[in-house]
């Protein structure tokens, strides 16, 4: 097997037929190209020239990328003294093709640097557009959790000219580019002002991301996580136990290869029988990636972004494109279920997707690109890989399942009431807003299936005892919960979320009577003012007791009210039947009952009300002092 970088021949391309050089010159051959995801690329020439100046020719369009990023290398003893190009007449007449040079008819322009010095040993770089590179990626599922995954890359030469063995890298991320115009020329309109010099309105703010350091608890500066790979690659096989090659099956058979007698007849017919089979078919193969791992291109991280510089020389035609391998890493991956309902697939609000799941360990970022899935042979389906920098884990679908099905249901409550802030007299009291969301997962296959719900995070909530080895994805305002479904079985999965809210409340109220207990209660409080509250709360108990005791009062108040008028309209009933004699004497009485107890019932309406002013007051003044919070 060849260990080639190209992996696929170049092949033509019919885009771009007829364009001229983006850049190009005689005198100082290309070497070097660097390709960008953001429509640049970095060109670099090297070479000796024997006169005094070196002529680029370009398109006009590209004379302002060429000077805003025109870089000089000097090797030897020269230097540039100056970089001449031409401009735009606007005022010249147009010359008809026929007496146009070949380079106005291909509108080529020619900038000149001018050298100084007798040695002439040049690296000159500079920036010009170039098609992105496109990132593809295959993903091979092996058992125990681990996975193969290869990074390519394929390039497309539009430069119009050919690359003829140069380093060629590959760099993902898209650092900041635009179309200059230093080569036209600009009088802009001047106000008429004294002149203050030129300032700066603003100082730019720059972005710093720091690399989180690897576990190394025996600090002999090897990562926790390499120290078990080498110790399992290392680990000796177990005493007794050796290696064994594969058997003939005439050395299978009853007697062995050398034996005499019945069980060596038997094996020789077993053996010719054999013979006369077909051979078994070969078994599915993987994609496998170069034996020679030298080959791969070595990955760098520079300025944030991710490069990857192949390590031997490549020759990309013009208008052709080439497929590179960057990298295969064995990473943790395996293939799983992922409920993530999709609008763009109906099907996907009750059945989950079938995902492969693996992390990035390849040493770089990887770019955004199609992902094809393979596992014992088969090739399970394609995806799309979205920006995974190093350490990060995708979750890609690359297919519905309908074998399993998912219901989902929500609730709400208010939950938990805890102090929060006393001030001036008012209570205010915090609460946990919860919205409880039940999957159901039905498995309808014979397997155990290992699922993932992508459940969509409310706003400023937060994840309430999640189950073990949940992701909070923040940024991207999800979580990814686990759960496990045996063969033919239903489980239940609940995600639990809370949100703190303020309100403010009665002191009379449950929820504040809740609270100030929590807290009196609670070993972490403020003991002064526990013990304020707990004196407050004896008249709050005494306050609550009088108005219960009240309100029996006044109920019983009212309702011998309604017998008394009852008992007189019965009296008026019979007022002038004389055989009811004894009927108006046993109401008579009732009525006088009835009064005594009412004035016994106003007298304890009074003493309870002025009992409640007392209280009332004692325990306004009590909480007025407490002070809790801000």
């Known amino acids: 097997m060849r260990n080639s970088i190209l992996w696929a021949a170049s092949v033509a391309c019919l885009v771009g037929c007829g364009r001229g050089a983006i850049v190009s010159t005689n005198a100082l051959p290309l070497k070097r190209v660097v390709i960008y995801r953001n429509g640049v690329a970095y060109f670099e020439r090297t070479g000796r020239v024997d006169g005094d100046d070196v002529r680029f020719k370009m398109r006009q369009s590209e004379v302002g990328d060429f000077l805003a990023t025109l870089a000089v290398m000097e090797e030897g003893g020269s230097s540039v003294r100056a970089a001449a190009f031409p401009l735009v007449d606007e005022d010249a007449p147009v010359k008809p093709r026929d007496q146009m040079t070949e380079d106005e008819k291909h509108d080529l322009k020619t900038v000149v640097l001018s050298l100084d010095g007798k040695r002439h040993d040049l690296r000159v770089g500079y920036v010009a557009e170039s098609p992105v590179w496109k990132p593809s990626y295959r993903l091979v599922v092996r058992t125990g959790g681990e996975a193969e995954l ?9 430069s119009g000219e050919d690359w003829k063995n140069v380093s060629l890298s ?9 179309q200059a115009q230093l080569g036209e020329a600009v009088i802009p309109q001047r106000p008429i002002v004294t002149d203050t010099g030129e300032v700066i309105a603003a100082v730019p703010k720059g972005d710093t991301s720091l690399q989180q350091a690897q576990k190394d608890h025996d600090g002999d500066g090897i990562a926790d996580e390499a120290d078990q790979e080498q110790r399992t690659e290392e680990k000796p096989m177990a ?3 050796h290696r064994v090659a594969a058997t003939t099956p005439a050395a299978n058979t009853r007697g062995g290869a050398g034996g ?13 029988h054999a013979r006369r089979l077909p051979p078994p078919p070969p078994p599915p193969r993987d994609p496998n990636g170069p034996r020679d791992l030298r080959s791969l291109a070595a990955i760098a991280m520079e300025g944030g972004t991710t490069r990857y510089d192949l390590p031997t020389l490549v020759t990309i035609p013009d208008k052709s494109a080439t497929m590179v391998m960057l990298a295969v890493k064995r990473v943790p991956g395996e293939a799983i279920f992922l409920f993530a309902p999709d609008g763009g697939v109906a099907d996907s609000t009750t059945h989950p997707f079938r995902v492969v799941r693996f992390a990035n360990r390849t040493g770089g970022a990887l770019e955004r690109g199609p992902i094809a899935v393979f596992e014992q042979g088969a090739f399970l389906g394609q995806g799309m890989v979205d920006p995974l920098p190093e350490g990060a884990t995708a979750t890609v679908p690359f ?7 998912v219901e989902q249901e929500r609730k709400f409550d208010q939950l938990n009431e805890r102090v929060a802030k006393i001030e001036n007299s008012e209570l205010t009291i915090e609460r946990d807003a919860v919205t409880q969301t039940k999957y159901r997962i039905r498995n309808g296959t014979d397997t155990p299936a290992k699922l993932l719900v992508r459940h969509p995070r409310q706003t400023s909530a937060h994840l309430f005892q999640p189950p073990k080895d949940t992701e909070d994805n923040i940024g991207t ?11 033919r079985q239903t489980t239940e999965l609940v995600v639990d979320e809370r949100q703190t809210m303020r309100l403010g409340a009665d002191w009379f109220s449950v929820i504040a009577d809740n609270a100030i207990k929590a807290y009196i209660a609670d070993s972490k409080s403020n003991k002064d003012v526990a013990s304020k509250l707990s004196g407050a709360w004896s008249y709050r108990d005494q306050i609550l007791a009088l108005r219960e005791a009240r309100q029996k009062l006044a109920q019983e108040q009212l309702d011998l009210g309604n017998q008394t ?11 002038t039947n004389k055989s009811a004699d004894a009927l108006r004497a046993k109401l008579t009485a009732r009525l006088g009952d009835m009064a005594t107890r009412m004035d016994d ?21 009590a909480i007025r002092e407490i002070k809790l919070g801000s």
């Open 399 to 405: 297919a519905l399942e309908r074998a399993l099905a």
């Open 170 to 178: 590959l760099v993902a991320g898209a650092p900041l580019a635009f």
């Open 239 to 241: 005493p007794g136990r």
């Open 601 to 621: 019932i106003t007298k304890h309406l009074v003493e309870t009300d002025s009992k409640l002013a007392e209280i009332g007051v004692r325990f306004k003044e």
């Open 150 to 158: 290869q990074a390519w890359g394929i390039v497309q030469n539009l």
């Open 565 to 575: 008028e009852e008992t007189r309209r019965n009296l008026r009933a019979i007022a």
């Open 260 to 272: 005499g007698g019945a069980g060596s007849a038997n094996g020789q017919r077993n053996l010719e």
């Open 477 to 487: 305002g999800s979580a990814l919960v686990p759960t496990h479904v045996d063969p």
